[in-house]
């Protein structure tokens, strides 16, 4: 079947050459608006009247979950019909975000379905351009998700991770090629699951691997040890295509690099959410992520310094410029209607809507007034590991107020290393240095040591991540370790932890 999938990539790359952004995007607003005008949401808002993107925006204002959950989907949940979206929405995706740990119920329908399956294709077009050797389909795809296995809410209304969800709708023309098998899927202990998949693709021939970033690496690490292998190419001398999501790549491409070395394994970033599929990789990594504005999702661009503002800027694809902080807004064939997700990004390349991820809305780290963000964070660390010539696993960062005794406060790194572990001083010596040159809030607050103390350094065990997301329930799937913690009493249960686990 990579022949014909050869075919469709030459067509879809082809007018991807020639899309004009801004007319797929203004078209696709007016597709949605026009399909839900007469919803409750549509009547509400006039949709009838919409007649292009800055009608839109005056009509329908930026929200978060809370604020559909109490004014649309709490009074008739689980049977959404005509409230958001036309019909009645078939699927819940769960997902408690990074930090709160509160559970989300967000909307997926058929046609979101249709929508994350075109990007999956498009996916496969841009890694069969790069990858001309490629047979990506004459095996087995492995998907490395959270249980398949979905909560019955009412006679035809279903919720769990998406990953589960997706695999419900997977085409019967590919189901012979999709790894895990539903025995194996549905499991809902993660280290059981990984065990028993790890076993058994070792037996299968596998030419794709996708996952969040972080647990494939630990999924990956297990296989290896499993198998006695030093490389990927050791156990999957068959594989073609590596695609991670869900957390910055930076902090872990050292680790990547080394488990694919000396093989063909196209690596390629993907940014997938609950609400809908954001952007793929279409190029080099430096090259960010190809936004995807033909598949039914409309973005909108908040500058972060307008989010609390009463009335914020709001930029679509034609008006966003390259370099500023701005937070997504999607409204989507699922019923969202400028839904803020939560995320940061930062366009590399307006013409080709190219962006990169830059952290999270919840996620900046001002104990002080500092405004550190998870990209400066990941960039500091990652350049101190190659620096020290160690190799992290996972990280957080949390801050420690001033107390009676000690009248400045610092920042804690919490860090896992995958092998050695460095000179603390010099580690985060580098790490304090590389934020001053990035975050001009920060230098100011530990100019001359009179603000904010050094960064102190945790060194966290081997294992110590994925022991503690499993003690809060939280191993594997969808979920995330917090790159920034703000509560004070998470992090001293993770320093807690850290210390009571090496003992």
Not at 167 to 190: C, G, I, K
Not at 296 to 305: D, L, M, R, Y
Not at 388 to 407: I, N
Request: charged share 25%; proline share 5%; glycine share 8%.
């Amino acid at each position: 079947m990579t022949p014909l999938l050869r075919v469709f990539a030459r067509y879809r790359l082809n007018a991807l050459l020639t899309l004009d952004v801004a007319a797929a995007q203004r078209a696709t607003l007016m597709k949605l608006v026009s399909r839900a005008r007469n919803t409750t949401f549509g009547r509400d808002h006039d949709f009838s009247g919409v007649a292009g993107v800055a009608d839109f925006q005056r009509r329908v204002p930026l929200r978060v979950f809370e604020d559909f959950w109490s004014t649309y989907w709490a009074r008739a949940f689980p049977n959404l019909v005509d409230v958001s979206w036309p019909g009645l929405i078939p699927f819940f995706a769960l997902t408690s975000g990074t930090s709160s740990g509160r559970s989300k119920y967000i909307p997926v329908s058929r046609e979101m379905l249709r929508s994350n399956r075109k990007a999956a294709t498009d996916l496969y077009a841009f890694h069969l351009r790069a990858s001309a050797e490629s047979h990506v389909l004459a095996g087995k795809s492995l998907m490395l998700g959270g249980s398949s296995r979905l909560e019955q809410e009412a006679p035809g209304v279903f919720s769990g991770d998406l990953s589960g969800i997706m695999a419900t709708s997977v085409p019967w023309f590919a189901r012979s090629r999709y790894f895990p098998p539903p025995e194996l899927a549905q499991l809902e202990d993660w280290e059981e699951k990984m065990a028993h998949v790890a076993a058994r693709s070792r037996h299968e021939t596998i030419r794709a691997i996708a996952g969040t970033t972080s647990w494939l690496l630990l999924f990956l690490d297990q296989v290896l040890r499993d198998a006695h292998g030093d490389t990927l190419s050791d156990v999957y001398p068959d594989l073609d295509l590596l695609v991670h999501g869900g957390v910055s790549f930076e902090p872990y491409r050292a680790r990547f690099e080394a488990l694919c070395a000396g093989s063909r394994t196209d690596v390629r970033e993907v940014y997938p959410a609950s609400e809908g599929f954001v952007a793929i990789a279409d190029g080099r990594p430096e090259d960010g992520l190809r936004l995807s504005l033909d598949h039914g999702i409309f973005f909108e661009f908040v500058p972060i310094s307008d989010l609390n503002l009463a009335t914020p800027r709001r930029h679509w694809i034609a008006t966003v410029e390259e370099g500023v902080e701005y937070a997504i807004a999607v409204t989507t064939c699922a019923g969202l209607w400028s839904y803020l997700i939560g995320d940061t990004v930062r366009f590399v390349d307006r013409a080709k809507a190219r962006i990169v991820v830059t952290g999270r809305t919840a996620q900046m780290l001002s104990a002080f007034g500092e405004h550190l963000i998870v990209s400066e964070l990941d960039r500091a660390i990652s350049e101190a590991c190659q620096a020290t010539g160690c190799t992290m696993s996972d990280y957080a960062v949390g801050a420690v107020l001033p107390r009676e005794g000690s009248p400045r406060g610092h920042h804690v790194l919490v860090v896992e290393f995958a092998d050695h572990t460095p000179d603390s001083d010099r580690f985060t010596t580098l790490v304090d240095q590389m934020l001053q040159d990035e975050n001009d809030d920060y230098r100011a607050h530990r100019s001359g040591d009179f603000g904010v103390g050094p960064p102190a350094l945790v060194v966290g065990p081997p294992g110590i991540f994925a022991a503690w997301m499993k003690s809060r329930g939280k191993l594997g799937g969808q979920n995330k370790v917090p790159r920034i913690i703000t509560d004070a009493a998470l992090l001293a249960d993770l320093w807690a932890f850290a210390e009571g686990f090496r003992d």
